[in-house]
């Protein structure tokens, strides 16, 4: 046998090995991944199907959210209620489904705000550096020795009450937590290696921050936004528990919440619905993203 055709019989060999080697498309591993964490399927589950639940609310809740009847106030569950009614004699399963829209509207919009706000600012001082930095850290630091609940309250008088008004306050208490993150990972970033080596073949600013930069410093902001959607949740139960947020006779869960409050010698039973809808999905969303802090951290060995 001549020396062509051994070379010949190891390639064909040694091709279907190589085949083998090579990395599953993006979305198979994104299913083994979420498969393999059932802590992070499991909240996606539940967090689509509150998704549901808010886009499907007029289709499938049992009663109109405001339909009152006063023949039956403070009914415990019942075949009729499964989860009973209010002070008002209003179906309690139909105000937590409609309710579950501005829960996720709330927490999307202020989460949103203080991304758009915080993250370009923290890539712009982290990345300028000098007086700008230092300023800018100083103005930073400044924001967030209020409390972020006061400093929500009080841009919510300056703006007016109202659901959005109230996200609007609680996006600007995000803004600094976020830009302080982003500018971290920049000035870590900004010292790599193959920054300096785009630097050295003439790229711009621009597009060292959004080709090199801005997707290698962003993994720990997506882990922290994912934990800021359930703080979010909790200051828009917050705000409608003080009449700051959703206004009557909308739904909240904030606002159930505030009104089971009232009557809560008399019928216990009506602070359960929203108290636990507020707990999971609060829970849902920590979780989610510890599951997402443990895929992208690059130090925990991976079985």
């Known amino acids: 046998m001549t020396d062509t055709n051994m070379t010949a019989i190891t390639e064909s060999r040694a091709e279907p090995a190589t085949r083998s080697t090579l990395p599953p498309p993006n979305r198979f591993r994104f299913w083994a991944w979420l498969w393999s ?79 758009a706000i915080g993250v370009p600012l923290g890539v712009f001082i982290g990345f300028v550096g000098g007086w700008i930095d230092e300023l800018g850290s100083r103005v930073i630091d400044g924001v967030l020795a209020f409390p972020p609940i006061v400093l929500a309250v009080a841009v919510t008088g300056a703006l007016g009450i109202g659901l959005t008004n109230a996200m609007i306050a609680v996006g600007f208490a995000f803004a600094p937590v976020l830009a302080r993150t982003m500018r971290a990972q920049t000035l870590v970033v900004k010292n790599a290696l193959y920054v300096e080596a785009a630097t050295g073949f003439g790229a711009s600013r621009l597009h060292l921050i959004l080709r090199h930069i ?26 409608s528990f ?35 809808a507020i707990l999971f999905t609060a829970l849902a969303f920590n979780t989610l993203g510890e599951s997402i802090r443990v895929l992208l951290d690059p130090t925990i060995k991976r079985r």
Request: aromatic share 8%.
């Open 242 to 276: 003080l009449s700051l947020g959703v206004q009557p006779p909308e739904s909240s869960w904030g606002g159930m919440l505030a009104r089971a409050y009232h009557y809560v010698e008399v019928a216990p039973a009506q602070m359960y619905a929203p108290g636990f």
């Open 37 to 115: 964490d059932k802590r992070a399927l499991i909240s996606l589950l539940y967090l689509s199907l509150l998704v549901l639940a808010a886009i499907f609310a007029p289709l499938v809740a049992p009663y109109p959210p405001n339909e009152q009847n006063l023949m039956d106030l403070l009914m415990p569950p019942s075949a009729e209620h499964w989860l009973g009614t209010d002070d008002l004699g209003r179906d309690t399963l139909s105000r937590l489904m409609y309710g579950s829209y501005n829960a996720l509207y709330a927490a999307s919009l202020a989460v949103g705000i203080g991304v």
């Open 214 to 239: 801005l997707p290698n410093a962003i993994q720990p902001v997506i882990v922290e936004i994912t934990l800021m959607l359930a703080v979010a949740l909790l200051a828009e139960a917050g705000l």
